[in-house]
């Protein structure tokens, strides 16, 4: 086991019963408190952590760590050093405020120094995003589209169960959590109509997606099998791929999307390690036909992840519309960095690969509006008397996911932003 996921842990911070960051998930983040600059934090509770500080006072141990990499407005510097310095770090947080610690629990100026309140603070954007690829990898979400727009009958492509299908989407647009964005405008073209118009979206839609940042380079030319994928995937987010879907129906033909999908992505802002992860591996689906050998694994690479969509309107309370999980996936991450540098294209510290919509069978377990509203013909009915059959101007959408088990809940806390109207 590693040491920093001990259930039997208790933290002196006090941790109330369903948060998302007991002692045992210690993620990593970038916050920013007033008057400050940007530094590497992680969280406990409702605390934040300023491992810069606790660095500068030399309560790390035998971590040796430069000043500028902790003081620093992302983690990629962080993340570069390796996983076995992430691996001591969080152990040596978790010993720092285990319960019979009384090094910083006694010691009340220090705890002021490297304390916050989370309300006090501002997260940032936890990763300085140089590639972004987005997969296609929920054999549910595919039929489910393949099904709506081609035929029923053959609703995944003949290359679907082959290859993690995936396109390089647009990394200037992803924003953090709390970032509200203006609807998109574009080109569409009604069913019934000769020529197409131009004008905002009137198909708005989230798509609920887990992201995995990398943590270790390669070279051009270099592959990254599925047994060694693990030691470039540094820790997973919550990830809201924003979709227009009447522009992405005119567009994606023949090369995918484009303004139907770059205008604006929302990531949560805690990296939660692997590490931290390890304990809600489970098996996935059956691939069948069988896989090329460079995308056979050994072992579970699904996790155990359960995720939440919520709605909230203006001057309403957020109402759920969705409950789906990461383990549907069918394509794990192990195959989809394997497949994505099969050819020799080159990683970088700070790439961004995001799942794509994780569906599941049952209809509440759907991860996009285009799903749950079968593409409009079945609205849902939202709390204040208002339907919804897409996104709504001045409507907030709310992700959550969490693992649970053996007593603890390691959770990835919320990823939201509210659509504004088109400028």
Known sequence: MIKANNPEIKSWIEVKQGSDFPIQNLPFGIFKAQGKSPRVASIIGDFIIDIAELNNNGLLGNISIAKEILENSALNDLMALGKHISRDLRNALSDLFNAENAILRDNAALRNKVLYKISDVELLLPVKIGDYTDFYSSIEHATNVGTMFRDPANALL?????????????????????????????????????LPSFGATKQLDFELEMAFVIGKS?????????????????????????????????????????????????????????????????????????????????????????????????????????????????????????????????????????????????????????????????????????????IN????????GYCENNGVRIGFGEVKAKALPSK
């Open 158 to 194: 003949p290359n679907w169960k082959h290859i993690p299908i995936g396109y390089h989407g647009r990394a200037s647009s992803i924003a953090v959590s709390g970032t509200d964005f203006f609807r998109p405008k574009g080109q569409t073209k009604a069913p019934d109509a000769e």
């Open 218 to 390: 390669t070279n051009n030319g270099d592959s990254v099998s599925t047994k060694d994928a693990d030691d470039y995937i540094f820790g997973l987010m919550l990830f809201n791929d924003w979709s227009a879907r009447d522009i992405q129906a005119w567009e994606y033909v023949p090369l995918g999307p484009f303004l139907a999908k770059n205008f604006a992505s929302t990531l949560s802002p805690w990296v939660i390690t692997l590490d931290a992860l390890e304990p809600f591996k489970v098996a996935g689906p059956i691939q069948d036909p069988k896989v090329l050998p460079y995308l056979e694994y050994q072992g579970e690479k699904n996790y155990d992840v359960k995720l939440e969509v919520y709605i909230e309107a203006e001057k309403s309370e957020a109402y759920r519309i969705c409950e789906s999980n990461f383990k549907y996936m069918y394509w794990n991450m192990n195959q989809q960095l394997a497949h994505h540098t099969v050819n020799g294209c080159n990683i970088n510290v700070g790439d961004l690969m995001a799942s794509g919509t994780i569906s599941g069978k049952d209809p509440h377990s759907y991860g996009s509006m285009l799903e749950l509203t079968w593409r409009g013909t079945k609205p849902i009915q939202m709390p204040d008397g208002s339907e919804r059959k897409f």
């Open 393 to 400: 101007d001045n409507d907030t959408v709310i992700m959550k």
